[in-house]
């Protein structure tokens, strides 16, 4: 089999994580309109079959053709504190430690130094580079036919693909194309394991979405949440033992007194509203009933604190 990493790059906002989450046909990676929603490097990984062994149930265990583990990382920007210095210096790493780098953009070059800064960096890399431009479903031909000839010509990517990373477009195709680019390896992971992340850290980046989702201007980027408490309840039926309950407890922290305010809202509806909103994602995660209990503190400044941003697990993974 094949087997190998691939690192997914670009700016902030450009659909890195929707385009892991289509890959693996579920959602492991948080999505939001809103730029630097990605703090964290995540792997999603994806393992193939061949489909005659799938389709013959005499195959208990069928063999798999490829696995191939995708790192989302942070979006690559000029940082305005260490917390986003940490987040770029991640992405940044992932360039020496994959097999193929996907590049991620949603325009021509010219539309920022972003895309220019990034392609740069890429220039002296022998790893495979592809660079996908997305979002194609919204560009005319006359735009994507710019933007493809405006990256060939830097002469710097080994394919150039445009895909659509929340509908899907041809993404099959790159799988197929990252597969061919991959020498034989080992099986890292468990075929049914589509990620290395504990639950506990999904549970908690599925807060923070709502909490990007519900909130405004700045004070979404100074939020970070910490579980407290992640407690199975389990009952027994028929002999067998299964989880009938989760606790969840969790802290959203916050930079400002003011901002506290905004979160918890007018008589605590706003904070109720993101404790529904968590607690139906995570029960559908969790295949189970969740109680989440979500409390608000104030840590001034906490995204220029090595100590709070290493506590929070913010940065580079073992």
């Not at 770029?88 to 193929?100: L, Y």
């Not at 740069?120 to 660079?131: A, I, N, R, S, W």
């Not at 034989?184 to 394991?193: H, I, K």
């Amino acid at each position: 089999m094949k087997s190998g990493f691939v690192g997914i790059i670009g700016r902030p906002n450009v659909g890195k994580s929707t385009l892991l989450n289509n890959i693996l046909g579920e959602k492991i990676a948080i999505t939001t309109d809103k730029a630097q929603t990605t703090r964290n490097v995540i792997r999603g990984i994806y393992t193939s079959y061949d489909k005659e062994d799938t389709d013959n149930e005499s195959l208990l265990y069928p063999e798999p053709k490829a696995q191939i583990v995708f790192i989302d990382t942070p979006g690559i920007h000029k940082a305005k504190n260490k917390l986003g210095s940490i987040m770029t210096q991640s992405a940044i790493n992932t360039f020496k430690e994959v097999d193929v780098v996907l590049f991620l953009v949603d325009g021509s070059p010219d539309k920022g130094k972003g895309d220019l800064f990034i392609a740069d960096m890429l220039k002296g890399l022998e790893t495979p580079k592809f660079l996908l431009i997305n979002k194609i479903d919204e560009m005319d031909p006359e735009e994507f036919k710019s933007t493809y000839d405006a990256y060939d010509e830097m002469g710097i990517f080994d394919r150039i693909f445009g895909i659509s990373a929340l509908k899907g477009t041809h993404v099959e195709g790159l799988i197929e194309a990252v597969t061919d680019e991959l020498e034989e390896g080992p099986m890292y992971f468990p075929g049914d394991m589509i990620t290395d992340h504990p639950e506990r850290f999904i549970v908690s980046e599925i807060i923070r979405e709502k909490l990007l989702m519900y909130l405004q201007d700045e004070v979404p980027h100074g939020v970070a949440v910490e579980i407290e408490r992640f407690h199975e309840v389990y009952k027994q039926k028929n002999n067998n033992e299964y989880a009938d309950l989760v606790e969840i407890s969790a802290v959203i922290y916050c930079e400002r007194k003011t901002h506290k305010g905004i979160i918890i809202g007018k008589q605590g509806r706003k904070l109720k509203g993101i404790g529904k909103s968590a607690r139906l994602e995570i029960e559908a995660l969790l295949g189970t009933k969740v109680f989440l209990e979500l409390f608000v503190k104030v840590k001034e400044n906490w995204r220029e604190s090595d100590i709070a941003i290493a506590n929070f697990g913010y940065g580079d993974r073992d």
